[in-house]
C-alpha cells in the first residue's frame, strides 16, 4: 500500500516534470486578429495558403478573434508570461508607444527586406518607428471621409454653407431620412474639425519631435471646433439625439436613407454588399476654419510579441502579408487603403483608394508615443459634453480636459 | 479535588510534554487550537517552500537552458504535492493533528487565492506599477552588446549606450537591465545591474552566467515604491471623484436594498393569500427575471431604454407623456439603474419573502381573528415582525452585494452619462468597484492607482459593514 502509494507520487511528479517541459515550444504560431466578415474569411484563406508555403516549416496557424479595444489591456498583461500571440493582425499605430514601453514588442527593423522598404510609403514606416526603431509591419493605413449615396446627392459640395443647405434639404427625420450622419461623440472621428480650427493633440519641439506636455486640445481653435460640431446638431438640426451612434448610421446608409455619412474603409465591405452607389469625398473646410479638413490617418501593422517562440515562422507570415499581392486582394475584399506604392499606382482608378487615399493625403498621422494613451479618454469626455446640449462651456470643458491629460501623463 | 488529579494526569498520559508529540488527544483549550492551527500554517509554509525547489529543480532538469521562472499554478501544484511526505511524517510525530487536516483544503484555497491577493493589492497601491512601468524590459531602450568579460560588455553597431538606454543618470549606475540570449526558439533573459557606463563599454555589476551569447541589453521599467502619493493623488481630486462616486454608491446600495425588500415583501404577502386566483400562473410568471440570465437580460434592458429608439419611450408617447432621457441624463440614469435592479431582485425577496411567510403559524392569525383585529392590525403586528427578523441577515447581504454590484453598472450605463467635472476614469453612475476597474484597465493602466482605490474601497466597505452590523443588533446576538 505504501509502496504503492509512493510510486503514484513519482509518477505524479514526473508527469508534472514533463507537464512543464512540454509547454516550451510548439509548432504552432497564433495570431490575434480583429477582422470581422469578408475580411475575416479572407485573412483565413491567406493564413491556409502560406501554411503550405516552405517558409511555413510546417507551422501551423492559429487565428483567435479579439475585440479591437480589449487587444491593449491582454496583450500588455499576457506576453510576459508567454501567453500571448506571436502576432497581431493588426493594430493602429498610436498604440505602439504603449506595447513599446511596457516591452511586449520585438523590433522588427531586420524583418523589413531593403525592396519592401522602398515601396513602402514613408509615413507608413515612420508611423511604427519609435525612438528610432521599427516596431510593426505596416500593413494598410486608413483615414475617415465623407461616403455619400450617388442617388440621393449628386456630389459633396465644396463649400460648406452649401453643404450645409444641401444636408438639410435632406433631412427628414420622422422618415428617419438624413442628409449627413457622423459620429460626433467619437474624437477620433472629430479629429478633421479640430484640426482644420488649429487644434493640435501633441505639438512639436525644435527637431521635429513630439512633446507631450503641449496638448493643444483647449485652445481658440478647440473650443470654435466644438461649436461646429455642437452647430451640427442643434443649429442646423442634422444629427438628431441619438443617431452618432455610428453602428445605426452603418444601419441607416446601407438602408440607402442617408446622404452623407463619415466614416472610415471599415464600413465599406458592408457598403458593398447592400450595392449602394457610392462615392468618396472630403469634408469641406468649415467656415472660419484657417485650415482644410485633416483627418487622424491611422496606419494598422503587424506587431511581433517580444516573446514569442516561433518569431521566424511569425516573422514570414508578416512579411507574407505585407506583399504587394496581399494588399491589393484586401483592398478587394473591404476597402482598406495599400500603402505599397506600387500597389497604389495599379488600384488608382478604384473608388475607394481614390476617395481615402484623398483624406490620407489631407491627414495627419495620429501619434504615436506612449503619452497618447492617455489622450483619448479626456478629449473624449470634453467632446461628449460638448454635444450634450445647445449652449454649453466649450472652454471649461476642454480646458479640464487637457489638465486631465497632462496629470496622467505627468504622474508617470 | 479529584477531578484537577484526573485532568492534570490526563494530560501527562495523553501528551509527550507541550506539543502532544506521539499521543492521540489533541492539547485542549483555545490554546490547543490555536496550537493546531500554527501547525497546520507551518506545514502549509514548509510545502510552499518544498514546492519552490521541486518546480526550480524539475524545470531546470527538463531543460539544463531554461532560464526563466517556472508558471505560477505549477507552482501552486507543487506544493499541494510536497504536503503529502509532510503530512504522513507530522501524522507519525504528533497523531492528534490528523483531526485537523480537515482544515487544509480551505486554509491552501484561501492562502492562495485570498491572503496572497490582498497583500499584493497592499503592496502595489504604494508603487507607481501601470502598463509602462511593469517590471519588464523596455523594448525601445535596447542595444546589442557582445560579452568581453561576465562583467564587462560592449555595444555593437556604433549606437550611443547612454542615448539609447535613457537612463535618469547619465552613467546609469544601479539601474536594473535584462540580458537577453535568443539562440534557437528559448529566449534566456538574465536580469542584473549596470554599475557604470562610460562611452562604448557597459560594466555589471554582477557577473553573467556562462554559456550566453551575445545579444541584447534591455532597460527594465522598474515598479517603483512611491510611498503615499497615489493616495494623495486621490484625495487631490477628492470633490471630483472620489466624494461624489462614494456618495452615489451608498445611495445605490441603499435605495435599491429599500425597493427591493419593500417590493418584494408586498407582492410575497400578495402572492401568499391562498384564496387568491391564479396565484400559481402570477407566480410562475414573476419570477421570470430571476430565470433569465442576467448578463443578457441587461443588454436588452439598454436597447430597450434607448431614448429615442426603445421600446419604453414608444410606450410613454403612445399613453401621451413625453419621452424620458433615459441613459443620457444623470439622474433618469440612476433611476434606470434603480428599476432595472429592481426587476432583477424582486423575484428573491418575493420568494423569501413567501418562504417566512409560511413559518408564521396560522393559530396567530385565528386568535387575532378571534380578537377582533382588522387586516390591517394583524399585518402590522404579526407579519412585519416575524419577518423582520427573518429579513435581517438579507437586507444585510443585498446591501453588501450592491455596494460592489459591478455587472449592473458595466452592462446597462458603463458608468455613463458623462457631466460635467468629472475625470474620465469616473462618471455619473460608476461606483466605487467600477471606478477602479476603469483606473486599472482603461486610460494608460494605472495598477497601482487602482490597487489604491482597492484598499480604499476595503476600508469604506469594512467600516460601511460595522455600522450595518451594530444597527440590525448582530453583535448583540453574537454576545448573547
Not at chain 1, 450595392?275 to 501593422?301: E, H, M, Q
Not at chain 1, 516573422?315 to 502579408?321: D, G, I, K, M, T
Not at chain 1, 495599400?338 to 476617395?355: C, E, F, H, M, N
Not at chain 2, 528559448?186 to 557604470?196: A, E, F, P
Request: with cysteine; hydrophobic share 50%.
Amino acid at each position: 500500500m505504501k509502496m504503492r502509494n509512493t510510486a503514484v507520487i513519482a509518477a505524479l511528479t514526473v508527469a508534472l516534470g514533463l507537464g512543464i517541459a512540454s509547454t516550451q515550444s510548439t509548432g504552432k504560431v497564433t495570431i490575434w486578429t480583429d477582422f470581422k466578415g469578408g475580411e475575416l474569411a479572407w485573412f483565413t484563406a491567406a493564413a491556409k495558403a502560406f501554411e503550405a508555403t516552405p517558409a511555413a516549416k510546417g507551422a501551423k496557424l492559429e487565428l483567435t478573434n479579439v475585440i479591437l479595444g480589449e487587444t491593449r489591456d491582454k496583450f500588455v498583461q499576457a506576453a510576459p508570461k508567454g501567453e500571448g500571440p506571436d502576432l497581431i493582425a493588426t493594430i493602429p499605430h498610436d498604440q505602439i508607444g504603449e506595447f513599446v514601453t511596457a516591452g511586449v514588442l520585438e523590433p522588427m527593423t531586420k524583418y523589413l527586406d531593403a525592396k519592401t522598404k522602398a515601396d513602402t510609403q514613408a509615413s507608413a514606416i515612420d508611423a511604427f518607428n519609435y525612438k528610432g526603431k521599427l516596431f510593426g509591419l505596416p500593413m494598410w493605413s486608413e483615414a475617415v471621409a465623407v461616403v455619400y449615396n450617388k442617388k440621393l446627392i449628386k456630389s459633396i459640395p465644396s463649400n460648406w454653407d452649401a453643404f450645409i443647405a444641401a444636408a438639410q434639404k435632406l433631412t427628414v427625420p420622422e422618415k428617419q431620412e438624413f442628409g449627413f450622419l457622423a459620429p460626433i461623440g467619437i474624437q477620433y472621428h472629430m479629429n478633421g474639425i479640430y484640426r482644420a480650427f488649429g487644434a493640435y493633440v501633441f505639438g512639436k519641439n525644435k527637431d521635429g519631435s513630439l512633446n507631450p506636455q503641449d496638448v493643444g486640445l483647449a485652445n481658440e481653435g478647440a473650443v470654435k471646433a466644438a461649436q461646429t460640431i455642437n452647430d451640427l446638431r442643434f443649429k442646423y438640426k442634422l444629427i438628431p439625439e441619438g443617431t452618432e451612434n455610428p453602428d445605426l448610421e452603418k444601419d441607416l446608409f446601407t438602408k440607402g436613407k442617408v446622404a452623407m455619412w463619415l466614416t472610415g474603409p471599415w464600413d465599406m465591405s458592408a457598403v458593398k454588399d447592400a450595392k449602394i452607389d457610392y462615392g468618396i469625398g472630403l469634408l469641406p473646410k468649415p467656415t472660419g476654419a484657417t485650415k482644410a479638413w485633416s483627418p487622424f490617418i491611422g496606419v494598422r501593422g503587424l506587431v511581433m510579441n517580444a516573446y514569442s517562440k516561433n518569431k521566424e515562422v511569425a516573422a514570414a507570415f508578416a512579411q507574407y502579408l505585407i506583399s504587394k499581392e496581399s494588399q491589393i486582394s484586401l483592398n478587394k475584399e473591404g476597402g482598406r487603403l495599400p500603402i505599397s506604392k506600387s500597389a497604389l499606382v495599379q488600384l488608382k482608378s478604384d473608388a475607394t483608394v481614390k476617395g481615402f487615399g484623398a483624406a490620407s493625403a489631407a491627414g495627419i498621422a495620429m501619434p504615436n508615443i506612449a503619452e497618447m494613451g492617455s489622450v483619448w479618454g479626456p478629449w473624449g469626455d470634453a467632446l461628449n459634453l460638448s454635444i450634450k446640449t445647445a449652449n454649453p462651456d466649450f472652454a471649461d470643458y476642454h480646458k479640464k480636459a487637457v489638465a486631465a491629460i497632462l496629470s496622467a501623463i505627468n504622474k508617470k | 479535588m479529584a477531578t484537577t488529579v484526573r485532568t492534570r494526569s490526563r494530560k501527562k498520559i495523553a501528551d509527550g510534554g507541550f506539543f502532544g508529540l506521539g499521543s492521540t488527544t489533541p492539547p485542549e483549550g483555545a490554546s490547543g487550537a490555536a496550537l493546531a492551527i500554527a501547525l497546520v500554517l507551518g506545514i502549509c509554509f514548509l510545502a510552499l517552500a518544498l514546492g519552490l525547489l521541486l518546480a526550480n529543480g524539475l524545470s531546470a532538469l527538463a531543460d539544463a537552458q531554461q532560464w526563466n521562472e517556472p508558471k505560477r499554478y505549477w507552482l501552486l501544484a507543487f506544493t499541494i504535492l510536497a504536503m503529502i511526505p509532510i503530512l504522513l511524517v507530522a501524522v507519525k510525530v504528533m497523531p492528534w493533528l490528523s483531526n485537523w487536516y480537515y482544515l487544509l483544503p480551505a486554509i491552501v484555497c484561501l492562502l492562495a487565492f485570498t491572503i496572497y491577493p490582498i497583500i499584493l493589492t497592499f503592496y502595489f497601491a504604494f508603487t507607481n506599477y501601470s502598463a509602462i512601468n511593469s517590471g519588464e524590459p523596455d523594448s525601445s531602450a535596447q542595444i546589442e552588446v557582445k560579452i568581453v568579460n561576465p562583467t564587462t560588455l560592449t555595444v555593437l553597431g556604433g549606437a550611443v549606450a547612454a542615448t539609447e538606454l535613457r537612463c535618469e543618470t547619465p552613467d546609469c549606475a544601479g539601474r536594473s537591465v535584462a540580458f537577453l540570449d535568443e539562440r534557437g526558439s528559448t529566449i534566456k533573459k538574465v536580469l542584473t545591474n549596470i554599475s557604470s557606463l562610460s562611452g562604448n563599454t557597459i560594466t555589471l555589476a554582477s557577473a553573467l552566467p556562462a554559456g550566453l551569447e551575445a545579444s541584447r541589453l534591455s532597460r527594465i521599467n522598474d515598479i517603483q515604491v512611491v510611498g503615499f502619493s497615489n493616495f494623495s493623488r486621490i484625495f487631490a481630486q477628492a470633490s471630483q471623484q472620489l466624494i461624489p462616486v462614494f456618495v452615489w454608491t451608498v445611495q445605490f446600495a441603499v435605495f435599491t436594498t429599500l425597493i427591493n425588500v419593500v417590493f418584494g415583501v408586498l407582492l410575497g404577502i400578495l402572492i401568499n393569500n391562498r384564496r387568491l386566483k391564479f396565484r400559481n400562473v402570477y407566480r410562475s410568471l414573476l419570477f421570470l427575471p430571476w430565470a433569465v440570465p442576467t448578463v443578457i437580460s441587461i443588454q436588452m434592458w439598454t436597447k430597450l431604454l434607448d431614448a429615442n429608439f426603445g421600446a419604453l419611450n414608444r410606450l410613454f408617447g403612445f399613453i401621451g407623456l413625453n419621452p424620458a432621457p433615459w441613459l443620457i441624463d444623470g439622474l433618469w440614469a440612476k433611476a434606470a439603474i434603480l428599476l432595472v435592479n429592481l426587476w432583477l431582485g424582486f423575484p428573491y425577496m418575493m420568494t423569501a419573502t413567501v418562504g417566512a411567510l409560511s413559518a408564521i403559524p396560522d393559530e396567530l392569525y385565528e386568535a387575532a381573528e378571534i380578537d377582533g383585529a382588522s387586516r390591517w392590525n394583524q399585518t402590522r403586528f404579526i407579519t412585519l415582525p416575524m419577518l423582520t427578523a427573518a429579513f435581517t441577515p438579507i437586507i444585510l447581504g443585498t446591501f453588501a452585494f450592491n455596494f460592489n454590484n459591478f455587472g449592473i453598472i458595466y452592462l446597462l450605463t458603463g458608468g455613463k452619462p458623462i457631466e460635467a467635472g468629472q475625470l474620465p476614469t469616473a462618471h455619473s453612475t460608476d461606483i466605487l468597484l467600477s471606478w477602479g476597474y476603469n483606473t486599472a484597465f482603461l486610460n494608460g493602466i494605472d495598477r497601482g492607482m487602482a490597487s489604491a482605490i482597492a484598499v480604499l474601497v476595503a476600508f469604506l466597505t469594512i467600516g460601511i459593514s460595522m455600522v450595518n452590523f451594530s444597527v440590525a443588533g448582530v453583535f448583540k446576538e453574537a454576545r448573547k
